[in-house]
């Protein structure tokens, strides 16, 4: 089979490459973003200033995007994952950015070109940052209400990721009288009757603030709320990819830290050995980890294509759904695996809070709970044993 070359954009190319050197940037800070445990202001602020939420903005609005749902896919998941290797945190607020930026612009003529070219502003040149308020667990649904002018919304929302900076909410409400789909309004987070709660004090991703919010008779004018009835069939697939570019850049984190703590330190395992490159034992671990990890990568990259080139109906997604299901499984597992792992190499003294390599395991450990992966295993061989399609709704998860 003949290899089609793809040719790439200077412009997204050019971001790509400024990703993989903000990367290390942000691997300096790293210990001390997750120490403090508060909003990474600083890192998402190079973000914006490395031109990065150009990757989500349609060309028509500034951006670099060529304006649909997955536009430069593959690229943004590559982008993400080499953020998230810098720092955890900071790239799941920056997966928030992009997938919530991508929300808006979708929607199109629901929200007008006046408000698109609003808030194109307030991203590209203010570097504002955006919620996906989504999560009501152990909350109640919050809810919107029609009155002359707009909605009112009422309610809490659970998790609220990217939100310790002020910026925007997308808020996912329940609108009276309309059944189905999905409806959003575009709230401030600073304006009246919005509440942040300061709540977040979980073991890992601690600078993502995921905190809850109350909005309490919020007013949305008409421009700024919006319905989706549905979504391209590519986006489930894509949404998981996502998820794994942020458990597969912590590994690699962990990975870069662990090769500096063997060098820095001269750290070998076998008695009589004082060169750690010559000891059988830590190049071993090494090579073991770097192999799981570029495994996990080369796997992401080649379903992150086919999720940009996919043209198919729902039905047909089915088989690429699996394959990111593959994808997020092998990130979660490599990163686990060199997370807990590095300290069998690198020793007692590694452990002491101020290396802070501990960060590398509370931080993938705690965003692999997001959804289980159990049952990604279970889909994954049902389907390749008996054809047998996976809940499609029962995938999502908020």
């Given at each position: 089979m003949a290899v089609v070359?793809?040719?790439?954009?200077?412009?997204?190319?050019?971001?790509?490459?400024?990703?993989?050197?903000?990367?290390?940037?942000?691997?300096?800070?790293?210990?001390?973003?997750?120490?403090?445990?508060?909003?990474?202001?600083?890192?998402?602020?190079?973000?914006?200033?490395?031109?990065?939420?150009?990757?989500?903005?349609?060309?028509?609005?500034?951006?670099?995007?060529?304006?649909?749902?997955?536009?430069?896919?593959?690229?943004?998941?590559?982008?993400?994952?080499?953020?998230?290797?810098?720092?955890?945190?900071?790239?799941?607020?920056?997966?928030?950015?992009?997938?919530?930026?991508?929300?808006?612009?979708?929607a199109g003529e629901q929200l007008g070109a006046e408000t698109l070219e609003f808030m194109a502003s307030e991203i590209l040149e203010r570097g504002v940052r955006l919620v996906a308020s989504n999560a009501e667990t152990g909350t109640g649904r919050v809810v919107a209400r029609r009155v002359p002018g707009g909605i009112?919304?009422?309610?809490?929302?659970?998790?609220?990721?990217?939100?310790?900076?002020?910026?925007?909410?997308?808020?996912?409400?329940?609108?009276?009288?309309?059944d189905g789909g999905m409806h959003h309004a575009l709230i401030p987070l600073d304006g009246r009757g919005v509440t942040v709660h300061?709540?977040?004090?979980?073991?890992?991703?601690?600078?993502?603030?995921?905190?809850?919010?109350?909005?309490?008779?919020?007013?949305?004018?008409?421009?700024?709320?919006?319905?989706?009835?549905?979504?391209?069939p590519a986006v489930i697939p894509g949404v998981f990819l996502m998820h794994s570019t942020l458990n597969l850049g912590i590994g690699l984190g962990a990975y870069d830290a662990a090769l500096e703590f063997v060098r820095a330190n001269n750290r070998t395992l076998t008695p009589g050995i004082k060169d750690p490159a010559q000891d059988p034992l830590v190049t071993r671990a090494l090579g073991t980890w770097s192999t799981r990890l570029s495994a996990a990568h080369a796997l992401l990259k080649t379903t992150a294509r086919q999720?940009?080139?996919?043209?198919?109906?729902?039905?047909?997604?089915?088989?690429?759904?699996?394959?990111?299901?593959?994808?997020?499984?092998?990130?979660?597992?490599?990163?686990?695996?060199?997370?807990?792992?590095?300290?069998?190499?690198?020793?007692?003294?590694?452990?002491?809070?101020s290396v802070g390599l501990d960060r590398f395991w509370r931080n993938a450990r705690t965003?692999?709970?997001?959804?289980?992966?159990?049952?990604?295993?279970?889909?994954?061989?049902?389907?390749?044993?008996?054809?047998v399609d996976p809940p499609f709704m029962a995938v999502l998860r908020v």
């Open positions: 070359e793809r040719t790439l954009d200077p412009e997204v190319e050019a971001l790509v490459e400024r990703s993989r050197e903000l990367r290390r940037e942000l691997a300096a800070t790293s210990a001390a973003v997750d120490a403090r445990g508060s909003d990474p202001t600083e890192n998402m602020r190079r973000i914006w200033e490395e031109g990065l939420n150009r990757l989500n903005v349609p060309r028509a609005y500034g951006g670099v995007s060529e304006g649909h749902f997955i536009s430069e896919w593959a690229e943004l998941m590559e982008v993400l994952t080499q953020v998230s290797a810098g720092e955890g945190s900071t790239g799941m607020c920056f997966g928030v950015q992009s997938l919530v930026t991508r929300e808006v612009f979708h009112v919304v009422n309610g809490t929302k659970s998790f609220n990721t990217n939100s310790g900076n002020g910026g925007w909410a997308n808020v996912g409400v329940a609108l009276e009288g309309v300061g709540n977040w004090d979980n073991m890992g991703q601690r600078a993502t603030v995921s905190q809850h919010i109350t909005y309490e008779d919020v007013f949305v004018e008409e421009a700024w709320h919006y319905h989706v009835d549905g979504f391209e999720v940009v080139e996919f043209e198919g109906t729902r039905a047909e997604v089915v088989p690429l759904m699996v394959e990111a299901f593959k994808a997020k499984v092998a990130a979660i597992d490599a990163s686990l695996e060199v997370s807990s792992g590095l300290f069998d190499l690198t020793g007692a003294r590694s452990t002491a809070t965003f692999a709970t997001h959804d289980p992966t159990d049952h990604k295993l279970i889909w994954t061989g049902a389907y390749e044993l008996a054809n």
